[in-house]
């Protein structure tokens, strides 16, 4: 019997969460960063991006403040979104682009339907304009309508669509990749229109063909894998993207080197070894 022995980590998960006790109806509510990072190991994710709920929740809330603990555990291995709320003042602007003059932080986030203002307004004008100018992607929720959330139209792919002509060198990566099928037609027009137009696998549409079916719409190169941890275990996307029928390299571009690309303001894939590797 050879007993197996795992390989170092080496999985980017490009959107997560962290929340205060109670918010997450999930067993790592209470997990200190050294569960989170065996927890990660235990994953293969070698480096994750969260974005603390409190500050979405709250638009006073420093962000960075709600993962220190966590960043100084894991330097190099976590990375932070810096919330961009609708209608942000100069002074926020200010905050924002001091943030991402920090390494550690991944980019800007924006969240329509929990902010109850539609994707298309005039108020995240100065996120798409911040981000063109920066080249920090910003990442939003996407989702399609939903009888059961109504806030969710707030959030439609093709709402976006005005700020990318506004934009169009933004970094857009629309989390949940649209968050159901029904949105596909609008995310593939985007994509092919904007080239800095990307999404992510977070979210809780969990079907066999999704991953192929990603790809092939929109081109490998536009698919990030990403959990929604810790709204979802991660392990339920990593083993969407490893029964796929990907060839090996572009599940490695799936997994790891497509955030390199899109998050190269943080992450340096020119001497990334896996980054080249095929």
């Known amino acids: 019997v050879v007993a197996f022995t795992a390989g170092p980590p080496l999985v980017i ?9 109670g918010r997450f109806p999930a067993p790592d509510e209470g997990f200190a960063p050294a569960d989170w990072l065996r927890f990660m190991d235990e994953c293969a994710i070698e480096r994750l991006f969260p974005c603390p709920m409190e500050a979405i929740d709250d638009p006073s809330v420093d962000a960075r403040a709600h993962i220190a603990e966590l960043l100084a555990a894991a330097p190099g291995r976590i990375r932070w979104f810096e919330v961009c709320p609708p209608g ?13 003059r920090d390494p550690a932080c991944a980019g800007i986030k924006i969240h329509p339907s929990l902010h109850g203002v539609p994707a298309d307004d005039d108020a995240y004008a100065p996120a798409f304009a911040l981000a063109e100018r920066t080249g920090a992607a910003l990442l939003t929720h996407s989702w399609e309508a939903s009888a059961s959330n109504p806030r969710q139209h707030l959030s439609l792919p093709a709402r ?6 506004a934009h169009p060198r933004t970094r857009l990566v629309l989390g949940h ?3 159901r099928p ?3 037609g609008s995310v593939a027009e985007l994509c092919a229109r904007y080239p800095g137009v990307c999404v992510d696998l977070a979210g ?9 079916m990603l790809c092939a719409r929109l081109g490998v190169e536009r698919v990030l894998f990403a959990s929604d941890v810790n709204w979802i275990d991660p392990r339920a996307q990593l083993a969407a993207v490893l029964a796929s029928r990907l060839r090996d390299e ?12 899109v998050f190269d303001r943080s992450l340096d894939s020119a001497i990334d070894p896996l980054s080249v590797r095929r």
Not at 13 to 21: C, E, N, R, V
Not at 88 to 100: F, G, V
Not at 160 to 165: D, G, K, N, S, V
Not at 204 to 212: A, N, P, Q, T
């Open 13 to 21: 998960d490009a959107h997560g969460h962290s929340g205060p006790p």
């Open 88 to 100: 942000a003042d100069a002074t926020r602007l200010a905050r924002i682009a001091a943030s991402l």
């Open 160 to 165: 976006f669509a005005r700020h990318l002509r």
């Open 177 to 179: 990749a649209g968050g």
């Open 182 to 184: 029904a949105t596909i």
């Open 204 to 212: 809780d549409y969990f079907d066999s063909g999704l991953v192929e």
């Open 250 to 261: 572009d599940a490695l571009r799936v997994l790891r080197t497509n955030a390199l690309r």
